[in-house]
């Protein structure tokens, strides 16, 4: 999707310019606690989550560009060490410039269920706030000219709009350039 076409957004700063006030459920917003506990100022965001619609279903539920909202991808390293990855909802991920940039042999996204395992959260739903297990985070260093993003809050359907200088300030991630068109 184009972020400067006029599809409830405008340019790349992802600003729903809709504004959408939906009454967010307790059990959502309270998966949201360690962001509330941290000071974070976000905007809780339901959709209808649809199997394997990925950040395309959810940027068209929201009305913003697919590239401001974050996929949270678990990854594991040759040695089988869990990491996450955050990218724009419009790219990929080139595992091999990952493992150059971090200085592994290689990087392997995590079968669904060892993802699951490793983060406590359903694939789908993965959130890189209040995992299970603690895990070295990466993130792709385009994501900061942004004004604001949309990353999963802990449940398949649910999203939090916020800085994405507060991901670096709650989560202290590895800057990559990593993205592949």
Do not use: W
Not at 10 to 28: I, K, L, R, S, W
Not at 174 to 179: A, K, S, Y
């Amino acid at each position: 999707m184009n972020p400067s076409s006029s599809q409830g957004y405008t340019g790349t700063n992802c600003q729903n310019t809709e504004n959408q006030e939906a009454e967010m459920d307790t059990q959502f917003y309270n998966r949201a606690g360690s962001l509330k506990a941290a000071g974070v100022a976000f905007s809780p965001h339901l959709y209808r989550y649809v199997e394997h619609g990925g950040t395309q279903t959810s940027a068209q539920a929201l009305g913003v560009s697919e590239h401001c909202v974050v996929k949270t991808l678990i990854m594991e390293d040759h040695l089988a060490h869990p990491l996450i990855v955050l990218m724009h909802g419009d790219h990929e991920v080139s595992t091999r410039a990952l493992a150059r940039q971090i200085g592994v042999r290689s990087v392997t996204p995590c079968r669904a269920d060892v993802a699951e395992r490793h983060s406590g959260y359903r694939v789908g739903g993965t959130s890189p706030f209040g995992t299970r297990h603690s895990m070295k985070v990466y993130m792709q260093s385009t994501l900061l000219e942004l004004e604001k993003v949309y990353i999963n809050g802990g449940a398949r359907g649910f999203l939090v709009g916020l800085s994405p200088h507060e991901i670096v300030r709650l989560l202290s991630p590895q800057l990559v350039d990593v993205e592949r068109d």
